[in-house]
Structures are given as structure tokens and as C-alpha cells.
């Protein structure tokens, strides 16, 4: 009995200094600011995004996944918001999706999304040739129905890219090298960008000397 009560108190101290610490540690540390942003602005109508928040702190710290706050859509006829967060696009249009967070209601960020549908993908460059044992960097861009921003919407890391023939050329996948051609041996390959939600493809041709 002893024995377990000098331990209960060791923990109990044990845990009374890391409290300590913990609040020293974070003493006049305080939040600056909240950033929200998305994978992707451009949402299908009849589907959904998340968005993210990373707040930084008064010491220079980036917090991500922020959930502290609160969700407003200026326009719920084009996109409504969850209260985590999660954007629902219902017609064509935009809307401007803000966070505010629930502790500093003067801390807040706004984003705005597009809601539309993708109606083609096109890869640049759609035509080249390179040597063996080279690389060449593909783009995607998309191009959406309703979209009213001169901003091309960048899909190169977000479509799956394949090559046709994979002894000719390799392409990749992963991040951050999404869209390099690896060139393998001489021969001819079509580079496909493909939109895994809507099915569509664009297509560009690749020789390999």
C-alpha cells in the first residue's frame, strides 16, 4: 500500500510539472492569424470540397487543420459550407466561403470558390520530342463551364497521368513530380491526363529519339 501510494504521488507531481510546463511554454503565445485554402477552388456542381485552415502563431508557429472557427457562405443559392468546413456546390456561380475564428472574431480569411463543371483537360505541351535517358514536365489545365476567373486551374497534381507504352516513357505520379516524362528508349507514347471524378482525358504525344 505503501509502495502504491509514494507511486501515485510521483505521478501525480509528474503530472503537476508537465501542466507547468506546458502553460509556461505557452505563455504569450497567441494566435496572429488564419489562413484558409483548398486543394482546388474549382468544385463540380452536385459535389463537395474541404477546406483547410492553418493558423500561425504569435512565435512563428503554423497550426494545421485549424477547427476553432466558425463557416459562412456570402451566397448559399451557388455553395453552402458545413460547419467543418466541407463546401457543397449547388449551381453554377461563385461564392466567397470565410472562417472566423470562434476565440478572435477579428481573425478571419475568405477564399472564393467556383462552382462549375470541367468540361475538357489539355496538356502542354500536346506535341514533342526528346532524347533518351531525358525528362520532360507535362501540364494539365482544365477547363470549366461557368468559370468567370482568368486563372487557369493548374489540374497537373490532381489527374492520374499515364503513358501508353511504358517502355518507351515513364510518367509520373508522385509529389512534387507530377507530369515528368522519363524518357526509357526511342519510340512514340500518348501521355493521358485523366480526371478521376469526371472520367475526362486529354491526351498529348511524346517521341522518344
Known sequence: MKRCAIALALISSMLTLAAVGFNGCGKGNTLTSI??????PFIAKGSTRQMIVTAELSDGM????WSQVTWQSSDTTFA??????????????SAV?????????SLTSSITVYITDL???TITPSLVSIPVGTVQTFTATGAYSGATTTWPPDLTPLVLWTSSSTTVALISNVTPSHGIATAVSAGTTTITATDLATGITGTATLTVL
Do not use: M, R
Not at 489562413?35 to 482546388?40: E, F, G
Not at 453552402?80 to 456561380?93: D, R
Not at 466561403?97 to 472574431?105: E, F, G, L, M
Open 62 to 65: 503554423h497550426i494545421f487543420f
Open 80 to 93: 453552402t459550407v458545413s460547419s467543418t468546413g466541407l463546401v457543397s456546390g449547388i449551381k453554377e456561380g
Open 97 to 105: 466561403i470565410t472562417a472566423t475564428d470562434i476565440a478572435h472574431p
Open 35 to 40: 489562413t484558409v485554402t483548398s486543394v482546388n
Open 119 to 121: 468540361q475538357s483537360i
